[in-house]
Nanobody, 130 residues
Framework: QVQLVESGGGLVQPGGSLRLSCAASGFTLFTLDDYYAIGWFRQAPGKEREGVSCISSSDGRTYYADSVKGRFTISRDNAKNTVYLQMNSLKPEDTAVYYC???????????????????WGQGTQVTISS
């Protein structure tokens, strides 16, 4: 069974940091033969889901939304079959449910912009508030 499980969300003050993890099970994200674009998306109440950052399983190419450039960093641990999102300098507007997704067909930019993916995690809540 293919699963993506997010963790690491929580409540932090503005200016703080969090690291989200997305662990895959039932399939291997990082192999020589298979390709996945793996991404982080977020959805705030009353807003559409937006792509935050995506990474390629093959060459590590990354994509970031303008709103998080310079503050968020996406990375991967091949051995742990896990993708991370390090979030620094957090702002109240970063408050949302963050989802992990994987797509075997789209480029990282196409995936982040379209939000299209056959595999999604259940989400983790991130709240930025003083």
């Amino acid at each position: 069974q293919v699963q993506l499980v997010e963790s690491g969300g929580g409540l932090v003050q503005p200016g703080g940091s969090l690291r989200l993890s997305c662990a895959a099970s039932g399939f291997t994200l990082f192999t020589l033969d298979d390709y996945y674009a793996i991404g982080w998306f977020r959805q705030a109440p009353g807003k559409e889901r937006e792509g935050v950052s995506c990474i390629s399983s093959s060459d590590g190419r990354t994509y970031y939304a303008d709103s998080v450039k310079g503050r968020f960093t996406i990375s991967r641990d091949n051995a742990k079959n896990t993708v991370y999102l390090q979030m620094n300098s957090l702002k109240p507007e970063d408050t949302a449910v963050y989802y992990c997704a994987a797509n075997p067909r789209l480029t990282v930019q196409a995936m982040c912009v379209s939000g299209t993916s056959p595999y999604w995690g259940q989400g983790t809540q991130v709240t930025i508030s003083s």
